[in-house]
């Protein structure tokens, strides 16, 4: 046992490995981190461009584990939309042309440039209105 592994995934990190292959445990699929002992992995924090090795030792869980990285890696992707969509208001500013990002709930007030301190107005809210 154990000649023919199957890599399923390689990731950057063996701490993004390990909560990979729990989240593959999780599921029932046994996988392994490979490369755990390359010296590189503790030197750097990264092994080699090729990253860390996600294996398991049978065909047929690699097709069922690969499937799940599918749906694993749709959810990630789902939950950084999330996250990116806090609905932060961008405003650029008319004095220096910097963006500023403010929260939501600034919408419709008057806040201060990040790049050069001028007042920029946050838009939205009902008394946005002004069409220029
Ligand atoms: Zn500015």
């Not at 294996?55 to 694993?72: F, I, N, P, S, Y």
């Not at 806040?111 to 220029?132: K, L, M, R, T």
Request: glycine content about 8%; proline content about 2%; hydrophobic content about 40%.
């Amino acid at each position: 046992m154990g000649e023919n592994l199957y890599c399923i995934r390689r990731t950057a990190t063996v701490e993004e490995a390990d909560v990979i292959v729990a989240w593959l445990e999780d599921q029932g699929v046994e996988a392994t981190v490979m490369d755990r002992d390359n010296p590189g992995v503790f030197a750097f924090g990264l092994t080699d461009a090729e990253g860390v090795a996600i294996c398991v030792a049978d065909e047929a869980v690699a097709e069922k584990g690969k499937t799940l990285l599918v749906e694993h890696d749709r959810q990630r992707d789902l939950a950084m939309v999330n996250a990116a969509t806090t609905d932060d208001i961008e405003v650029k500013c008319d004095a220096c042309g910097q963006v500023s990002a403010f929260a939501a709930e600034l919408a419709g007030t008057t806040q201060q440039c990040v790049g050069c301190n001028e007042y920029v107005d946050v838009p939205g809210g009902v008394e946005a209105s002004e069409a220029d």
